[in-house]
């Protein structure tokens, strides 16, 4: 017997396997030529996923094979292992004498199933399903795939969602070798820039060498590369292993022109397959041509520009440093004194599947495909301290095929478009739309003369009033316009509220404010703004989770300040610009004690002082509802800033306007805690999606029935890149939600977030930024002066 076969019959012997099953592993290496690619999809990382599919397409005997997936995806062949499952499945299909006991039926990928309901034909959501559920599909159903769908234009949707889950775009791309025009990148998108992909395209490189390009469904024949065209193909293999991606599209696609142009410069025409010519063969592999979805080979062509300055912006988890089974979070918390300091956590985490890639923090709530595959069906599960998801519950199964009819057109489930100024999306057959005041063309003169932007064409009065959902209004008006009844909103803004006045909690418990905007029906889950807690004697198992006080003394808790019978100013520790009360106005039109009490809410500062005014909202005019208010002056960059809605000043930011489903976060607050969902949850959850330290998390529920979230350089003073990376992490987010990806849809609550509009601090030639600073000077050079004859009079 061979040292191999000896090396598996160790592996068996130690896992403590059945015999039978020793025996299979000991024969299916005979049937690895009639496997094909698709086995190695079911490989848990992505090296030993490209390995196998390059080990199988160069290697031909079973020697070659198995010694080089062993080597390469360092793990012994055992059946718990997916690929090699895969492998036993197979061959149990070609030699059915082989048994085993088949495992429980679970989703294999619930992320990639979730995928698979995103397809546009009937074939490959059916195929799509097949593989990813409760068996791997037999060879055929792989097949299949690979031929109808995996290269298939139509299904670009489906596909873009399947690559999310394996390779999610991230910022940043550095340290490689062989494809270093991609490196000093941080503010650009890839999939896959690390050093296995950079060894790939340097193969790729070798392979084409030898005069063709070999494509599962076509091989193209090629002059000699190193001769023509060489810096070109060389951006070929390197774009198709480390797949840049869109910020808005994610597409990883070459654009059609690139490919046209090197095929008919390089290709050896005389032995294309016949009917084909460059205009064809790229028609099936770069359909695309538009600079949203394709990638313009030219712009590696050459070193990027930047070099040093990439330091403005960091990527603490790209590469990935954590373990297979951990996820990387960005520290935003700080580190305490003479603890080791890492600038990312690693955190425990479920896979979505027994072959899933996919992970998700331990102890949330995860929205994932039901175990039968039926699209549209979901179930909540809880990722458990086990690694495992537990604990899951059925949902009601939403029907894709119900359409919503607007204006005589039918609108298709999931589709989002614009009524006059509102956004609006189809789900499931209900039309949820923004709430703004609008202007079109076809309006008279009377409609512009009363039109104030704000809701109903309320008067720009600032007379703020609490709703029972926790929000600030800026007046009864608004809250009327919006669905408030008289009773269900008190004059006075809520962070001035005392929810304890009234003693509401048991002898037992304290009672401590907790101020929220719940977005679920505050009718069925309430929305209180306190919280009782029991009175403990001691608090030294409480977890540290630093708060402040109004002295500015940090306490390890709330349980720790509440003891020395303090009173808490904000959450988080202490920071020495904040240990005074300095008033200021956040974005959700609360006053806080100062600018650290606005961000433990993640709202972020509007102006210095007292709220005063209701706030920006039209884009026809400014209507001077903010002349009473001064802005602090931003520093010159280059970048145009942007106007959040409902607020007076300027800022460098990427927003988001954002659209949810409030029946499907009641659904969501009913079958779980009966508890309220809130804003602070959903950009809590949001937060942990932004991979850039030097951007942040920010956001409020506007007057118009839309969740703003703001992603804003942390710094005082940004740097231009600083701003490039936030607008191009406010992109990412967009796309995500949009495209309902299960990077953010499988997370409860973002499921609930449908459709979202992004507006970006865009960069502006020399010139141009030279104007809009001089507009901005004179603008407010004007509000002096107005404020001064009004002062005199």
Known sequence: MNSRRRRYEYSCLHAKLEVHICTELTT???????????????????????????????????????????????????????????????????????????????????????????ANTSLCRDVCTKLYTSSWGNTQSWQEFDRFCEYNPVEVSMLTCLADVREPCQLGCRNLTFCTNFNNRPTELFRSCNAQSDQGAMNDMKLWEKGSIKMPFINIPVLDIKKCQPEMWKAVACSLQIKPCHSKSRGSIICKSDCVEILKKCGDLSKFPEGHMAESICELLSPADDLETCIPLDTYLHPSTLDNIVEDVTHPCNPNPCAANQLCEVNRKGCQPLEPCLPYFCIQGCKLGEASDFIVRQGTLIQVPSSVGDVGCYKICTCGQNGLLENCMEMHCIDLQKSCIVGGQRKSHGTSFNIDCNVCSCFSGNLICSTRQCLNELSSDDERHLFTGLPCNCADQFVPVCGQNGRTYPSACIARCIGLHDNQFEFGSCISKDPCNSNPCPKNQRCLPKPQVCLTSFENFGCNQYECVPRQFSCGNQLRDPVCDTDNIEYNN??????????????????????????????????????????????????????????????????????????????????????????????????????????????????????????????????????????????????ESELIILIIPVDQNPKPLQIEACNKEAEKIESLINSDSPALASHVPLSALIAAQVEVSFKMSSSRSQVILADYLVFWNLVLIFLAIKCNT
């Open 28 to 118: 299916i290496f005979l049937f690895l030529s009639y496997i094909g690619l698709y086995c190695c999809d079911r490989a848990e990382d992505y090296v030993c996923q490209t390995a196998c599919k390059r080990i199988l397409m160069s290697m031909k005997t079973e020697h070659e094979i198995v010694d080089g997936l062993i080597e390469s995806c360092k793990t012994m062949p055992l059946p718990q292992d997916p690929l090699w499952q895969c492998f036993l499945e197979s061959s149990r299909s070609v030699h059915p004498g082989v048994t085993l006991h088949p495992p429980p039926s679970t989703v294999l990928d619930s992320a990639k199933l979730h995928c698979c309901s995103k």
């Open 558 to 703: 709330l349980c720790a300040l509440h003891q020395k019978g303090k009173i808490i100013s904000y959450k988080g520790p202490c920071q020495s610009f904040c240990k005074s009360v300095d008033l200021v106005c956040g974005h959700n039109g609360e006053t806080y004690s100062n600018i650290c009490a606005a961000f433990s809410d993640r709202v972020a500062v509007d102006y210095n002082g007292l709220c005063q005014a209701v706030g920006v909202l039209s884009d026809y005019s400014y209507q001077g509802e903010c002349v009473s208010v001064t802005c602090s002056r931003l520093s010159a960059t280059g970048y145009k800033p942007v106007i959040p809605p409902g607020a007076c000043c300027p800022l460098y930011a990427g927003i988001l306007r954002v659209l949810y489903d409030k029946e499907k976060l009641d659904t969501f607050a009913r079958i779980t805690n009966q508890k309220p969902i809130t804003v602070l949850e959903i950009l809590q959850k949001i937060r942990l999606h932004v991979s850039v330290p030097q951007c942040d998390v920010f956001g409020y529920f506007s007057i």
